[in-house]
């Protein structure tokens, strides 16, 4: 990426940002036309790849934008002394909501990455992503208390189903629910694992 993209006004900076998001989360990577992404930018297609030297650099460098973004509002507001499994969870997933409102097209996007079916761009998506889930996953068990949890509970295991629950209850009500809707009804469904699997 050419390094004039970061002298640009932060304003301009986001409405490029924006832009891109927008198209992309609307398409596979494939079909995402750069045309589109430079009129939704707001600047031509030569400048776009000015500061960009290609659709897969931008749409990389989109993921990796997004992902940073989450890990730093999810980091700097989190409580370092709580160790409640659910507790930090809730928190997580306002941080996420919270980001939803602020950047609207950041999770469609992120939803169109996780069902991407070009090869090519799922592998480059998995080498930047698997060592930051892995160091999530640890980071996240290690502040753990897990005296809370009734005997025989596989933690791991449970952490990995509320993931893969949360990103399906994303997919499936982002359309039809507001974000306040979304994160109250999901609270909910954290109660409820709480309810059955903490003493």
Request: charged share 30%; proline share 2%.
């Amino acid at each position: 990426m050419n390094n004039k993209f970061y002298n640009l006004p932060l304003d301009r900076q986001k409405q490029i940002i924006n832009g891109a998001l927008k198209v992309f989360a609307a398409s596979s990577y494939r079909q995402a036309s750069t045309i589109d992404i430079a009129e939704e930018a707001g600047i031509s297609k030569g400048l776009l790849f000015h500061y960009f030297k290609n659709k897969k650099e931008l749409y990389l460098y989109l993921y990796e934008y997004c992902i940073n973004l989450a890990i730093n509002e999810i980091e700097g507001n989190r409580d370092i002394e709580e160790t409640d499994f659910f507790q930090i969870l809730m928190h997580s997933q306002r941080s996420k909501c919270k980001l939803m409102k602020e950047h609207r097209y950041m999770y469609d996007f992120l939803v169109k990455v996780y069902t991407e079916n070009d090869l090519e761009m799922v592998e480059e998506i998995a080498q930047y992503s698997r060592p930051w889930i892995a160091s999530n996953f640890r980071h996240f068990l290690d502040k753990v208390d897990t005296s809370n949890f009734k005997d025989g509970v596989d933690v791991p295991l449970l952490f990995q189903s509320i993931q893969w629950c949360s990103d399906g209850f994303m997919r499936s009500t982002l359309h039809n629910k507001s974000i306040d809707e979304m994160d109250e009804e999901f609270t909910r469904i954290l109660e409820m694992y709480k309810q059955n699997f903490y003493k």
